[in-house]
């Protein structure tokens, strides 16, 4: 099996039957891998009793097609599809993949996952803003590289944003291979949270990864300010 059916596959059974994504095999593999992190948070939620989530594109109206972002944007911009995510007794969360956040400086980052309040999401739909940081749960920078291409640049690039991120956000480094320099640095810095050989035929290290967001939903909903 490819690579690229693997992840599409992966996609296909969180988003479930009711809804197809727009990527297929053909599609570029990092798109397909930031989808494939995106599923991740998806089954998190929905490993969670009286969860409910509907698939909704930028306009309000349910999605026929899971649309993905191919490249970062706007939350406000194009029509592209999120996942809504409803608890009971909690605040409404949405899913995105693809979206620009302002983080503790205003400067603009691009988060490839992201998951935020919806009533922060709204905000910014309405009045063309971008999220800020301190309003999401959980943010992601994925990397699907070959292993010449993945280098300490792209440590040090994680590691400098994550200062620039507030701390209700937890944000991660999600990538496809590993690399003794990337990960010495990162070891070194308690405040990166990283994972590594995330793909379909690392179980073990993806089941890291799935727990991870399943603690940080967990989290959420024991919460109390994020009650109604």
């Given at each position: 099996m490819t690579i690229n059916k693997a992840l599409l596959d992966q996609i296909r059974s969180a988003l479930g039957g009711s809804i197809n994504p727009n990527l297929t095999t053909r599609s570029a593999v990092f798109d397909l891998f930031e989808a494939y992190v995106f599923s991740f948070l998806v089954e998190a939620a929905k490993s969670e009793p009286n969860v409910n989530i509907d698939y909704i594109d930028t306009d309000g109206k349910k999605a026929t097609t899971f649309t993905f972002r191919t490249s970062p944007g706007q939350i406000f911009n194009g029509l592209y599809t999120h996942a809504e995510i409803t608890f009971q007794?909690?605040?409404?969360?949405?899913?995105?993949?693809?979206?620009?956040?302002?983080?503790?400086s205003k400067v603009l980052h691009e988060c490839d996952v992201l998951l935020l309040e919806k009533n922060e999401a709204e905000f910014c739909r309405n009045n063309n803003v971008s999220p800020q940081s301190s309003k999401a749960i959980l943010?992601?920078?994925?990397?699907?590289?070959?292993?010449?291409?993945?280098?300490?640049?792209?440590?040090?690039?994680?590691?400098?944003?994550?200062?620039?991120?507030?701390?209700?956000?937890?944000?991660?480094?999600?990538?496809?291979?590993?690399?003794?320099?990337?990960?010495?640095l990162l070891a070194h810095h308690k405040n990166g949270r990283w994972f590594r050989y995330v793909v379909p035929d690392h179980l073990t290290d993806v089941d890291l990864l799935k727990s991870e967001f399943r603690n940080t939903i967990k989290n959420f909903i024991a919460t109390k300010k994020y009650s109604v």
């Open positions: 007794r909690k605040r409404p969360l949405e899913a995105h993949v693809g979206v620009r956040v302002s983080g503790i943010a992601g920078e994925c990397k699907h590289c070959s292993p010449r291409n993945f280098g300490i640049k792209l440590a040090r690039e994680f590691l400098g944003l994550t200062s620039d991120f507030s701390k209700n956000c937890k944000y991660y480094f999600i990538y496809n291979t590993t690399s003794q320099s990337v990960e010495e």
